[in-house]
């Protein structure tokens, strides 16, 4: 259960609610300095349920992101979170009505259409059971399998940056570079259509961020792992790793996952279009 001073945002869908949920989750990063958690709830398709939602909200102080695409439902949810106060906000809606207005088109209004099981869903499934078992360099033969590579030193996201490409059906893996460990031969092996990304950090912001991790743990934060001769020296290792690669590397210091992913699947569309030539 939440504590006094943790804000709730309840996400409430008729289908599973991941668009909803994203939309919210991309707005609290924008306060990073708020106690913020998402509560969700997917599937709902009763009246008695939107009710039972704004209830919640209003007796915990939090507000409602919403994709209701049946019309009942989106009406009850409107009239019934004014009546008690409760903002809620229609993230789906506006987009619906916009589309209608302009070309003239009426929607099926059947819930969960984003995840129908077609050619992309299963696309994705297969890059993220990809992802986790090719995860921090478990299994090196995923590296001339994957399409997309990454590499950097513990903590620059590779792990959430692999998870998130999966969700866009890209077969990604990732391995550690670790000085004392020389990278596998796969690594540098030419493979038609694949892309290697190298992840670096700001050696400060690696620093806490590692001293946190380890503080988490329950571990001494002064620890080698997280001391800045360490973070030199395995920045510097790296440097000399990517420079052999001929790999782009992008800076993930002050940039969020969505961020560094939008650059990598750029750069994948770059390849594309010129392999395409």
């Known amino acids: ?21 994203a939309v919210a989750r991309a707005t609290m990063r924008q306060f990073a300095g708020e106690k913020v958690r998402v509560k969700r709830y997917g599937h709902v398709k009763q009246e008695e349920e939107v009710l039972a939602i704004i209830r919640e909200a209003k007796e915990n ?13 989106r009406e009850t949810m409107r ?22 207005d302009t070309f003239g088109s009426a929607p099926k209004y ?15 499934i297969d890059a993220i059971e990809f992802a986790v078992k090719y995860d921090d360099g478990k299994d090196v033969r995923g590296l001339a399998l994957a399409r997309v590579v990454l590499v950097g030193v513990s903590r620059t996201s590779k792990t959430p940056l692999s998870i998130y490409l999966a969700h866009k059906g890209i077969k990604t893996a990732n391995y550690p570079l670790i000085p004392e460990v020389k990278p ?9 259509g694949r892309l290697v990304v190298g992840l670096t950090m700001d050696p400060e912001r690696l620093l806490r961020i590692r001293a946190e991790r380890l503080r988490s ?8 792992y997280a001391s800045p001769e360490r973070i ?22 002050e940039r969020a996952i969505e961020e560094t992913a939008a650059i990598i699947l750029e750069r994948l569309q770059e390849d594309s279009a010129e392999e395409g030539v």
């Open 232 to 253: 030199r020296q395995e920045l510097a290792f790296v440097r000399d790793v990517m420079e052999r690669l001929q790999c782009p590397v992008i800076d993930v210091t």
């Open 79 to 100: 009239e019934e979170s004014i009546r008690h106060g409760v903002r809620a906000v229609d993230v789906m809606g506006p987009m619906m009505q916009a589309f209608i």
């Open 110 to 124: 059947k819930p969960g259409l984003l995840h129908t099981m077609d050619d992309h869903y299963f696309r994705k």
């Open 1 to 21: 259960m939440a504590d006094e001073t943790t804000k709730t945002i309840y996400v409430c869908s008729d289908a599973v609610g991941e668009t909803a949920e």
């Open 217 to 224: 743990l329950g571990l001494p934060g002064q620890a080698n």
């Open 61 to 73: 102080g939090g507000f409602i992101a919403y994709t209701l695409v049946q019309p009942e439902l």
């Open 184 to 192: 596998p031969d796969e690594l540098f092996q030419p493979v038609p």
